[in-house]
C-alpha cells in the first residue's frame, strides 16, 4: 500500500511564523503535491514537484515556497504565516509517467491566530 | 481556464438506491479520470479510475465515461449510510502530472 505522511495533524501557529509542513511518502513516487482545501473552494494545486529539487508553481503559489531535497519528501513552506492561510493542507504522490493517480496524506488542519 | 464540474448537492437518497454522481469535463485532452471519496474532516481516497470509454465496475461502484460529450459518472448500487461522503471527479490536465479536481458531490444516504 502506498503511505503518504504528513508531520502534523493539527498546528496553530502565530501570524508572522515561519511555518513547515512536512510530507513524506515510501512508495518512490516521483511527483508530490501540495493542496490547500477551503469550504466552497475546493481543492486548489499549490505547489507540486516532478523530480528531487524540481518544483512548479500550481493555481495559488503566493506566501508559500517548497523544497525537495530528497525523492521522498516534500515541504511546504509558509514564509510569514497570515490569517489567511488557516486552511487543511494535503500532500499528495504519484508514480508519474502514466501512472497519474494521486495518493493523499491525511492532511494537516492549520489554524494561524 | 480548464473546468471541472459538478453538482455540488447535497444529494439524498434512501439506503438500498442506486446513488449517481456527474461530472463534466473542459479539456477534451484529458485521458485519466478519477473518483476520490472524502469523509468529513478525512483527505481523499480513491475510488476508481477509468481511462476508456464505457463502463468499469468494481463491487457496487461503477464508473461510466463518455468522450465525446466530455462526461463522466460514478453510480453506487445498493447505497449504505457509510457511503455519505463528498465525491470528488479529477481529470488529468494534459501530460502535466497534474489532476484537475472537482468541487464534489455530497452523498447522503438516509437509513
Known amino acids: 500500500d502506498v503511505k503518504v505522511t504528513q508531520s502534523s495533524r493539527y498546528l496553530v501557529k502565530r501570524t508572522g511564523e515561519k511555518v513547515f509542513l512536512e510530507c513524506v511518502q515510501d512508495?518512490?513516487?516521483?511527483?508530490m503535491f501540495w493542496y490547500r482545501q477551503d469550504p466552497g473552494l475546493g481543492l486548489r494545486l499549490i505547489y507540486f514537484?516532478?523530480?528531487?529539487?524540481?518544483?512548479e508553481k500550481g493555481d495559488i503559489p503566493e506566501g508559500y515556497s517548497v523544497s525537495r531535497e530528497k525523492k521522498e519528501r516534500f515541504s511546504l513552506i509558509l514564509e510569514s504565516a497570515s490569517t489567511n492561510q488557516t486552511s487543511m493542507y494535503l500532500c499528495?504522490?504519484?508514480?508519474?509517467?502514466?501512472?497519474?493517480?494521486?495518493?493523499f496524506g491525511p492532511g494537516t488542519r492549520l489554524l494561524v491566530l | 481556464q480548464k473546468e471541472v464540474e459538478q453538482n455540488s448537492g447535497p444529494l439524498s437518497v434512501p439506503e438500498g438506491a442506486i446513488a449517481s454522481l456527474n461530472c463534466t469535463y473542459s479539456?477534451?485532452?484529458?485521458?485519466?479520470f478519477f473518483w476520490y471519496r472524502q469523509y468529513s474532516g478525512k483527505s481523499p481516497e480513491l475510488i476508481m479510475f477509468?481511462?476508456?470509454?464505457g463502463d468499469k465496475e468494481d463491487g457496487r461502484f461503477t464508473a461510466q465515461l463518455n468522450k465525446a460529450s466530455q462526461y463522466v459518472s460514478l453510480l453506487i448500487r445498493d447505497s449504505q449510510p457509510s457511503d455519505s461522503a463528498t465525491y470528488l471527479c479529477?481529470?488529468?490536465?494534459?501530460?502535466?502530472?497534474?489532476?484537475?479536481f472537482g468541487q464534489g458531490t455530497t452523498l447522503q444516504v438516509k437509513p
Open positions: 514537484s516532478y523530480d528531487v529539487k524540481m518544483k
Open positions: 477509468i481511462y476508456s470509454n
Open positions: 499528495a504522490s504519484s508514480q508519474g509517467g502514466s501512472q497519474e493517480t494521486q495518493y
Open positions: 479539456d477534451r485532452g484529458s485521458q485519466s
Open positions: 512508495m518512490d513516487h516521483e511527483n
Open positions: 479529477a481529470v488529468t490536465s494534459g501530460n502535466t502530472g497534474k489532476l484537475i
